[in-house]
């Protein structure tokens, strides 16, 4: 491959039922002459979950086909490269192959089973001070290894922190309104008071036009967000009870957790205390 050639593709043939599930990005690189497009297929876990690599083969299952729709004239699908992140609290335990998921698997059924693995970055693992690199790479990776540590506001102060030290004034703001979006939703425990006041201890107090960042931002994303971000927040802390009771959940479960409302998650909070089975508490 020649890298110097790498660009980031605007396609994406995501089936739109399956856009809530992951994130895909397609690179084009020189490749022997030719044009090799690489589905890059991201998943993000805050739990390490038993049945990835069977979530990864629907994932890949679906974009082929979506890929045939698109393409009605190829005769080939473009390859797909697997990638897990990982930002747990606890190391990666789930079966890192397809054929690791299928038991019993007699030697001569092998060829006939789907075989493949997945990339996986496993943030729970490296120090604080091992994450190395640029300076949105950092953030990136200690962002999601951050949003739910127990000391949320010193570890934003950290962030933005990092974020001060990108030249272009453009683009750490782009880089602000992602983060505050994640961080603040993510952890449910920095209010706007604390962004205000971390925010005025930064050099990031306008954007390029002269417009102050408190308004642009705090108003158009941290108030309309709050409801929201409460709701991502009860639902995490659901998903997490269940799996620390029950082991970890199924699709199905996450996906219906993840779309109840408030009103629901608070009630199956209160029911997982007393209840013997995660039929128990959903019912």
Same mark, same amino acid.
């Given at each position: 491959m020649d890298l110097t050639t790498l660009t980031i593709g605007k396609d994406s043939y995501v089936a739109s039922d399956l856009r809530t599930a992951y994130s895909d990005l397609v690179y084009r690189v020189a490749y022997r002459g030719e044009v090799l497009n690489v589905y890059l297929l991201f998943e993000h876990k805050s739990w390490a979950e038993h049945w990835t690599a069977l979530q990864?083969?629907?994932?890949?299952?679906?974009?082929?086909?979506?890929?045939?729709k698109?393409? #009605?004239?190829?005769?080939?699908?473009?390859?797909?490269? #697997?990638?897990?992140i990982y930002h747990g609290d606890r190391p990666w335990q789930a079966p890192a192959a397809f054929q690791d998921l299928v038991k019993p698997l007699p030697d001569s059924l092998v060829p006939f089973v789907p075989s493949f693995g997945y990339q996986l970055v496993d943030l729970s693992g490296p120090t604080n001070a091992e994450i190395k690199g640029r300076v949105l790479t950092r953030l990136v990776q200690l962002a999601m290894r951050w949003v739910f540590d127990a000391e949320p506001v010193a570890r934003l102060r950290e962030l933005l922190a990092l974020i001060d030290q990108i030249e272009d004034r453009d683009t750490a703001v782009e880089v602000l309104e992602s983060l505050l979006r994640y961080f603040v939703q993510g952890t449910q425990r920095v209010d706007e008071p604390t962004v205000r006041i971390l925010l005025q201890q930064t050099s990031l107090q306008q954007t390029s036009t002269g417009?102050?960042?408190?308004?642009?931002?705090?108003d158009r994303y941290i108030e309309q967000g709050i409801s929201q971000g409460q709701r991502l927040g009860e639902a995490t802390a659901v998903l997490r009870l269940i799996e620390r009771k029950f082991g970890p959940p199924s699709d199905s479960v996450r996906e219906r957790v993840l779309a109840a409302d408030s009103d629901t998650l608070l009630e199956w909070l209160d029911r997982i205390l007393v209840a013997e089975s995660v039929d128990a508490v959903l019912h």
């Open positions: 990864l083969l629907r994932y890949i299952a679906a974009e082929g086909e979506q890929y045939r698109q393409h #009605p004239k190829s005769r080939h699908l473009p390859p797909v490269f #697997p990638l897990v417009e102050p960042i408190m308004q642009t931002f705090i």
